[in-house]
Every structure is written in structure tokens, then in C-alpha cells.
């Protein structure tokens, strides 16, 4: 089948990209072309979980073909910059020159494992460096932008646990990326995993606990859940909901076909989406609160 994709690559164009890759993730199509010959510009949350749908789809033998790049050179230059050819395994255009990402940008990296390196982690420290004039990032907002995004790439652990499915370790990695937006002084950070998605992770080896992904994404969230497989998770998400809630920024969780997404103080949530039996997390903070989320997170857990 042809995917011709136009405009910008964000969240919104994920769940289109997933109806129209039905025939190949229901495997009555081995083939996939792909035109971005009118594609723009692409954020965290959508590259990441576009990167991560034609892995999983090249995991299960589909041809995955590039049939053509970005017309527009800055905008393919973009997409080589992030490592978004080279994360989903086709050719990458030559590119006679790579600026330099620090203090601006994390490529999309794969996560070998559900802990943040020492590398990604001195990337993200260094987001916070180049910041405009006029504009400062507090100690504290540094070290709790760090630790969110470590909460959000440990949280992957649940999605690869093989005593709920045995051959989970064979379906791709998550992926993550981070861009750092001066004019907007956020940070936008993106975890996709193709795992087995939060409602699976909850109800362990017994299904039927949640009665729908939604259900199961409010449980995870929900401070000292006591799901029979959950040991304590959603304590970290529970305490990154409630430093978005103080502060303001944006919190979105979407698996299986629910999304939930906090602005603040507020929440929208869409149902019957197409399916996604993995993950998606994203976070988008403001550099310059000042609030500590290791405070929260200690005074949580208690």
C-alpha cells in the first residue's frame, strides 16, 4: 500500500497514520510505501510514535520503503537530524553537513533499557542551558525536568514484562525524543513503547480487572494503586499529574484506543481510537517553574 503524508507530523496525525496502516498491521499487506515528499515539519509526539509504527510493522514483515523523502531541504534535513531514517531502517539522505543538537534537541534514541543513561541524561541537562535572554531555569526546574523524563522512560518496564507475555522482548524498543521550544520556553519530551500496552500491564496475568483502556490509564494514574500487578506503579505518574496539575503544562497518555491528556488543571479524553497496543507518553513542562517535583515526590509517598 501507498502512505502519502502532508503537513506536519504531530499527535494529532498518529491515529490517522494508524487507520491507514491497518492493512499492513492486520498483515493483509506486506508492503508499505511512504511519500513525505509533502511533509513539514514533525514535534516529539508524533515522530516518536511514527518511528515506532514502522518498526513494529517492520518487526512483523512488512516491507517498509521510503519511496519519497521531504521535498523541501530544511524539512528533511530535520528528519535526519532527529534520526528518524535511520531509527525506522531506511536509507538516510546524504546530508553534507549535522548541526549540532545540544541545548536544543534529544534525536530519537532508543531505549535498551527502562532507565534514563548518563548520555541522554547530559542531553537533557543540557536543554536547559541555552536558554533566551531574559529567560532562567531554577536548579529545581532542571533536576525536576530530569526526573520526569526518567519516570516516563521507567514506566516502559511495564509495557516489556514477559511473565504477562512471554515473547515481548522480541517487539522493538521504545523510542524517545525531546526538543527544547525558546519562543515558547517549554520542553516537550516523548516516550513510545511498542509494549503491551497499560491495561495488560495493570491486570497482570488476570484480565477483565479494567473495563476498558481508559479505566486502566485513571488506575495507573491514581496515587498507591493497588492492582494485582502493580507493586506501587503509579506513584511517579500520579506525582507528574500533580506537578502539570500546580504548574501548568501538558500530561497525555494514550494505549490501547484512549487518550487522556491534562492542560493544568483540566482534562479531555477521546475513546475508540484506533488500537495501539503499546504506549504513548508525553510531558511538556515550562522551564521556568520553580516548583520542586522531588518535593511532591516525597511527600507522596509517604
Given at each position: ?9 504531530d ?67 530535520y ?20 548541526n549540532?543538537?545540544a ?35 531554577t536548579?529545581?526546574?532542571?533536576s ?8 516516563l ?48 500491564s ?65 482534562f ?18 515550562d ?16
Open positions: 500500500m501507498r502512505l502519502a503524508i502532508t503537513g506536519n507530523i499527535h494529532a496525525v498518529f491515529d490517522l497514520l494508524l487507520r491507514q496502516c491497518e492493512p499492513c498491521l492486520s498483515g493483509a499487506d506486506a508492503k508499505l510505501d511512504i511519500d513525505l515528499s509533502s511533509a513539514e515539519f514533525g514535534t516529539p509526539t508524533g515522530l516518536v510514535p511514527f518511528a515506532a509504527l514502522l518498526r513494529l510493522l517492520k518487526s512483523r514483515g512488512v516491507d517498509v520503503n521510503i519511496s519519497e523523502y521531504p521535498t523541501n531541504p530544511s524539512t528533511c534535513g528528519y535526519c537530524r532527529m534520526d528518524f531514517f535511520k531509527q525506522v531502517g531506511v536509507d538516510t539522505p546524504v546530508q553534507t553537513s549535522r549540532d543538537g541545548g536544543k534537541f534529544i534525536e530519537i534514541t532508543e531505549l535498551p533499557h527502562p532507565e534514563i543513561t548518563e548520555e541522554v541524561a547530559k542531553k537533557l541537562k543540557r536543554l536547559l542551558q541555552k536558554l533566551p535572554k531574559g529567560v532562567e531555569a536548579e529545581e526546574a532542571r525536576s525536568f530530569i526526573d520526569a523524563s526518567g519516570e522512560v521507567s514506566n516502559t518496564r511495564h509495557g516489556y514484562n514477559s511473565d504477562i507475555e512471554a515473547d515481548v522482548e522480541r517487539k522493538p524498543k521504545a523510542l524517545l525524543q525531546a526538543q527544547f521550544y525558546p519562543k515558547n520556553e517549554v520542553v516537550s519530551f516523548c516516550v513510545c513503547d511498542c509494549g503491551i500496552g497499560i491495561k495488560r495493570m491486570e497482570g496475568a488476570g484480565p477483565g480487572m479494567h473495563s476498558s483502556h481508559l479505566d486502566a490509564i485513571d488506575a495507573a494514574l491514581a496515587l498507591r494503586n493497588k492492582g494485582d500487578n502493580s507493586d506501587g506503579k503509579g506513584l511517579g505518574l500520579a506525582t507528574l499529574q500533580s506537578f502539570v496539575r500546580r504548574n501548568g503544562g501538558i500530561l497525555s497518555i494514550r494505549s490501547g484506543d484512549a487518550l487522556k491528556v491534562q492542560h493544568g488543571q483540566r479531555t479524553v477521546t475513546q475508540r481510537l484506533p488500537n495501539w497496543e503499546g504506549t504513548v507518553v508525553s510531558l511538556q513542562i522551564v521556568q517553574k520553580t516548583s520542586d517535583l522531588s518535593v511532591l515526590w516525597k511527600r507522596l509517598a509517604k
